[in-house]
């Protein structure tokens, strides 16, 4: 299975990107052949999702020390060596405790993403600061790029003019 995971509170404005990202890829690529879930601000119980599947793409807010609204993927062994590096979550639970619990049970996706983006504000409110609102296209050609990448995509074009999926 391949899991795109938003995390993030969207009531702390620019931390909830990864939650505004993931419903604006659930609307607009629903027919990918992917399962789309919101992880909110993180819990242990997302251990069982991320071992279940093969390929994780995460979308979160991230300390990159860039200007707001700068978007960065992290792949694989790269996403393990940012996440070890402190100062990165702003979440009680990190996603470096998820993958070392499912480390523990030898089932860390061998295929896994971070899509980073850099917050303007982390204060009280639902919407996303305007830098940040218009990361998302970058974001969105990002999880796509990983997808190709992975062979989940394929850039071929059906008569119906979508995209083809290998399973």
Not at 40 to 67: K, M
Not at 133 to 144: H, I
Not at 152 to 162: R, V
């Given at each position: 299975?391949?899991l795109i995971m938003g995390i993030g509170n969207s009531l702390l404005q620019d ?153």
């Amino acid at each position: 299975m391949v899991l795109i995971m938003g995390i993030g509170n969207s009531l702390l404005q620019d931390e909830g990107i990864g939650f505004h990202l993931l419903e604006r890829l659930r609307l607009e690529k629903s027919h990918w052949p992917v399962e789309f879930l919101d992880g909110g601000t993180l819990s242990f119980n997302l251990t069982t999702a991320i071992e279940s599947c093969s390929h994780l793409i995460v979308l979160d807010a991230a300390n990159l020390h860039q200007a707001p609204g700068t978007v960065k993927s992290f792949l694989n062994t790269e996403l393990d060596d940012f996440l070890n590096k402190p100062g990165k979550s702003v979440h009680e639970v990190s996603l470096s405790d998820l993958f070392d619990m499912t480390r523990l049970t030898e089932s860390l996706p061998d295929y896994r993403a971070l899509i980073g983006i850099q917050p303007k504000t982390i204060s009280w409110g639902e919407n996303l600061t305007a830098e940040v609102y218009q990361s998302q296209s970058k974001a969105m050609q990002q999880v796509e790029s990983i997808l190709l990448d992975w062979g989940i995509l394929s850039t071929q074009k059906n008569s119906a003019a979508e995209d083809v999926y290998e399973a």
